[in-house]
């Protein structure tokens, strides 16, 4: 949030409300469209020239080596990058026909609209419940509509019957696991479009992993996801669509290799890196 | 203790505390152990490891020792006022008048200590509220404004702060706050408000360092959901920063409290060192603090005075160590928090 990295003027946000309106924009809430998407830190170009389309209510995969960018793409949805100092966003990358590159839409209303998952579990250091309602009490929830919406969230995430004597417990009580899956109840209370999850599963034991995938799966058709794997197989079971990223050397930024439906990507790969990566090759 | 003894395992270290001990024979037993054989090499190691367990064990009973046998001795004469004067604890603590030359109606010395006891609370207080609006405004920035000026500017700024000693401070509290106080409030310009400011000053860089700590140990992870759930930067720091360091930031403000109760030297410079119970910030007052510094080299060991001095530092003990329980028991709950 030091704010150098992308500037966004409010009037222009403003701008964005109508649209948010119109009959197209409910149909297809949460499709992401990248045009030359490139990114930089500190001057340094780490990936470049990023074009795809991110479906709405699909499940998207970024795959690829370590340090090919895929998790520098993805803080590029919800504008988290802003967080880090020097980072500068190239390109376009529009949300549902709206640039939030060029500051089309103001970053906070984004990150309610473009949820969040990290890789390791961070639950505050509140109770259950008041991890949920941290995002709508910002926007000023009302207590009784928090309840159910609490309970939603829970439920949507397979977590509800876990917690639902404990909800005024210490969240840090929670198995890494359950907190995992509470992060994304959390992401869910401000009933955002989009759910980013930046490996989710990368600290959890399989039994865990398998809920986290059994949700994704459950939720699909509500809302778009797009994650970031390193598990191919969990790319393979969870996405519509993969994305297959590469750096090859340090001299050049990472690129976008191809994307495509994730059956073809695995089975007939068009592009012989991505055979070789998806074989074990390297990476 | 375990410092202590990973030290005892260092081969130098016992060497150079042996030579200390048995200063006579430290050319011989630096030179002795290359030239003997593989068993008498195992042996005087063995031997090392003992002494050198003993050196450090004794120097760890040595603190214990000090620390109670301090202890006892306040505890002794601060005591004897009550057991061995027959002076009445409750008109100690409770009496408003401080002469202890004199006697009262019940012929006894004039031994109320109250004024103290009300200083002491009042300039510990009231430097903690001045203190800690700009301690924690001064942590905030440094971690969440602006990192760098908060490690290139500001805490090199706290340790030098740290580092001058109080009597530079009461000396400035002298000369430009007490002038400052007497122009606006009239009087003398000694007193409560004066002997407060000096302490926040001083009190400060403690409070802003270890809150700035506290802050920086709040993990990345905490304010990256929070930003990525649609907060605000000030949203992010007012309900998930500032409640995660919470307990941080009360032993910041409690270990502040403790050297501002505890400061003698400053605060007798500014506060006037009247023993009456203060009727306003801005008329003298006095502290436990400021009256035994005042009046301990005067009195002779044994008399009633003594042992009433004796007893003020008996109370500022028993303060110090109710203040180092709260932050114990702060630090416990803050991890069975964690550990859930």
Redesign the interface.
């Known amino acids: ?1 030091q704010g150098q990295a992308v500037q966004c003027p409010p009037a222009q946000a403003e701008s964005s409300e109508p649209h948010l309106e119109t009959q197209e924009y409910m149909e297809n809430a949460g499709a992401f469209t990248l045009k030359d998407v490139s990114v930089s830190y500190s001057g340094e170009t780490a990936v470049a020239g990023v074009s795809a389309d991110l479906k709405a209510k699909e499940v998207t995969a970024l795959i690829g080596p370590s340090g090919c960018g895929k998790s520098t793409i993805l803080r590029c949805l ?1 504008r ?1 990058n802003d ?1 880090f100092p020097g980072v500068e966003v190239g390109g376009n990358i529009l949300l549902d026909g709206v640039d939030i590159v060029s500051g089309g839409i103001d970053p ?5 609209r473009v ?2 998952v ?1 890789q ?1 579990p ?1 639950v ?3 109770s259950i419940y008041d991890n949920i309602a ?2 709508p009490r ?2 000023g929830g009302k207590s009784q509509d928090l309840d159910e919406l609490v309970e939603d969230c829970l439920r949507k995430a397979a977590i509800w019957d876990e917690v639902k004597d404990e909800l005024k ?2 969240a ?2 929670l198995s890494g696991g359950q907190q995992q899956r509470l ?1 994304i109840a ?2 869910l ?2 009933k955002p479009e989009v759910l980013l999850m930046d490996e989710p599963c990368s600290a959890l034991d399989p039994l865990s992993t398998e809920r986290i995938e059994d949700t994704i799966l459950e939720l699909r058709g509500e809302m778009t996801f797009v994650i970031v794997t390193h598990n191919m197989q969990q790319a393979h079971r969870v996405s519509d669509t993969t994305l297959f990223m590469l750096r090859e050397t340090m001299e050049r930024p990472a690129e976008l290799v191809e994307y495509g439906p994730t059956d073809q990507i695995f089975n007939d790969p068009k592009d012989q890196r991505t055979a070789d990566y998806l074989a074990g090759a390297f990476g | 203790m375990q410092t202590a003894k990973f030290q005892s395992s260092n081969d130098a270290g016992v060497l150079s505390a042996n030579q200390g001990s048995v200063s006579g024979n430290a050319v011989a037993s630096s030179t002795g152990p290359s030239g003997l054989p593989e068993a008498t090499k195992q042996l005087a190691k063995s031997q090392l490891e003992r002494v050198g367990k003993y050196i450090t064990g004794f120097c760890a009973a040595l603190v214990v020792l000090v620390v109670v046998s301090l202890i006892f001795l306040v505890a002794q004469h601060g005591l004897s006022t009550f057991f061995v004067d027959g002076i009445n604890p409750i008109a100690f603590f409770t009496g408003d008048t401080w002469n202890p030359h004199n006697t009262g109606a019940d012929g006894m010395p004039l031994v109320g200590a109250l004024p103290m006891i009300v200083g002491s609370f009042s300039v510990t207080l009231l430097s903690c509220v001045i203190v800690i609006p700009f301690a924690l405004g001064a942590a905030i920035f440094a971690v969440e404004i602006n990192p760098t000026l908060g490690s290139k500017i500001l805490r090199p700024a706290l340790e030098l702060l740290t580092g001058i000693p109080s009597v530079v401070f009461g000396l400035i509290g002298l000369m430009v706050l007490v002038p400052w106080v007497r122009s606006w409030a009239g009087g003398t310009g000694y007193g409560i408000l004066a002997g407060s400011l000096v302490l926040a000053v001083m009190v400060l860089p403690t409070v802003t360092s270890l809150a700035i700590d506290a802050l920086e140990s709040v993990p990345a992870t905490y304010r990256q959901s929070s930003y990525a759930l649609g907060a605000t930067r000030w949203q992010t720091i007012w309900h998930i920063v500032l409640r995660a360091a919470l307990p941080g930031l009360l032993t910041a403000i409690v270990l502040g409290m403790a050297r501002a109760f505890g400061e003698a030297l400053a605060v007798q410079m500014v506060i006037g060192n009247a023993a009456i119970i203060p009727s306003s910030l801005t008329t003298p007052a006095a502290t436990l603090t400021s009256i035994l510094t005042m009046s301990m080299g005067n009195e002779a060991m044994g008399t009633v005075y003594n042992d009433v001095l004796w007893s003020l530092a008996l109370v500022l003990l028993v303060m110090s160590l109710v203040f180092i329980l709260i932050v114990h028991l702060i630090g416990r709950k803050s991890v069975s928090n964690n550990a859930q």
């Open positions: 949030m919800n988290m967080m906070i209303t984004l990150r309610m949820g969040m990290f390791q961070s505050f250091p509140l941290y995002g910002l926007l417990e210490s840090l009580g992060c959390r992401a209370a401000t």
